[in-house]
């Protein structure tokens, strides 16, 4: 199968501060992050003994639990249906958009610091995409309730789904960071036969996919 450069796999990441499962501020979430963040000392003279490892962070155990496999879904191919659950617990299934185009987007996790600046530029571009006659549809691993705080704090106006286990994210390949150990951020855009127009995928300019997307739409 073909790909094209949006879909290539293991493309340079910025690291996102991932979001702990535990309350903000505690240990947990501060382990968390500091295991996203570049290390940048260096040892010399003495060899210093080795430190018991910290329990990976949920979003990244479900990440490397994936076996994420790149190129399931390209352009011009009909990806899988799917039906889970928004922010409000309630099923939401893909098919049901047929008849207009669709943007769908995998991010890895809620409240990161750039999966929130790409959620909150959907937001605010929202109204050209609904002027485009398009729908948006944000997908993670994290559960519902997680997307319902989500969407609430940032009052984002479209549906966020709970893909927990990762199971569409298999089913439609997209292709993680860091050989697997971060969850991708890929944007489809389906036209309104539900056939895939544009792949983009960028983990640096999380912003960026809503302007790439735009595009497209209005290109359609």
Avoid at 58 to 75: D, E, L, M, N, Y
Wanted: charged share 20%; with cysteine.
């Amino acid at each position: 199968m073909a790909f094209t450069p949006a879909t290539a796999c293991c493309n340079p990441s910025l690291l996102l501060a991932p979001r702990a499962s535990s309350s903000r501020g505690s240990p947990a979430r501060a382990q968390a992050q500091l295991l996203c963040t570049p290390s940048t000392s260096a040892f010399h003279g003495r060899v210093r003994a080795p430190v018991a490892a910290a329990p990976a962070p949920r979003w990244r155990r479900a990440a490397a639990s994936t076996a994420i496999v790149c190129g399931k879904v390209s352009k011009g191919s009909v990806p899988p249906n799917f039906t889970l659950k928004d922010q409000n617990g309630k099923p939401v299934s893909l098919n049901k958009f047929k008849g207009k185009p669709v943007v769908v987007y995998f991010y890895p996790a809620d409240e990161t610091p750039g999966c929130t600046k790409q959620a909150c530029a959907f937001r605010d571009s929202y109204e050209k995409f609904k002027k485009a006659g398009a729908e948006v549809i944000g997908i993670s691993g994290d559960d519902a309730a997680s997307h319902k705080a989500f969407a609430q704090k940032y009052r984002l106006p479209f549906s966020l789904l709970a893909d927990e286990g990762n199971r569409v994210r298999k089913e439609w390949g997209v292709p993680g960071d860091l050989f697997g150990t971060l969850p991708g951020r890929q944007t489809y855009v389906l036209d309104k036969n539900g056939v895939v127009q544009y792949i983009y995928n960028n983990q640096f300019q999380p912003e960026k996919h809503i302007g790439e997307t735009l595009k497209i739409l209005q290109s359609l």
